[in-house]
């Protein structure tokens, strides 16, 4: 079992910039598939990336490749999105989210068992 908590949301302009943490308990953070997950207030959550084990193997959805990074260091059991280039649509609460899996990176929240409780991100235009 893994309990997750997300940090880094916050107020930003449209253009800037953002780095979102997600601690995460437990020695076996490194055997789980990390993915971030956003939902905008009246819509259903979405995904936004995924990666694997080791961190070498990344997914993204279409409306943030190019702008957004996903990473982790499993040797301080950390998650990461690096979000530049922000958008107003960009506006959602954030989920961290593990699923025990080394590989398989799902695209939907029912794919993943575990959750941090959000954070925050208001892109301003």
């Known amino acids: 079992q893994v309990q997750l908590v997300e940090s880094g949301g916050g107020l930003v302009q449209a253009g800037g910039s953002l780095r979102l943490s997600c601690a995460a308990s437990?020695?076996?953070?490194?055997?789980?598939?990390m993915g971030w997950f956003r939902q905008a207030p009246g819509q259903e959550r979405e995904f936004v990336a995924a990666?694997?084990?080791?961190?070498?193997?990344?997914d993204y959805a279409d409306s943030v490749k190019g702008r957004f990074t996903i990473s982790r260091d499993n040797a301080k059991n950390m998650l990461y999105l690096q979000m530049n280039n922000l958008k107003p649509d960009d506006t959602a609460v954030y989920y961290c989210a593990a699923v025990p899996s080394l590989w398989a990176m799902g695209v939907t929240p029912e794919n993943y068992d575990y959750w941090g409780q959000g954070t925050q991100v208001t892109v301003s235009s």
């Open positions: 437990g020695r076996t953070f490194s055997r789980y598939v």
């Open positions: 990666v694997t084990w080791r961190g070498d193997t990344t």
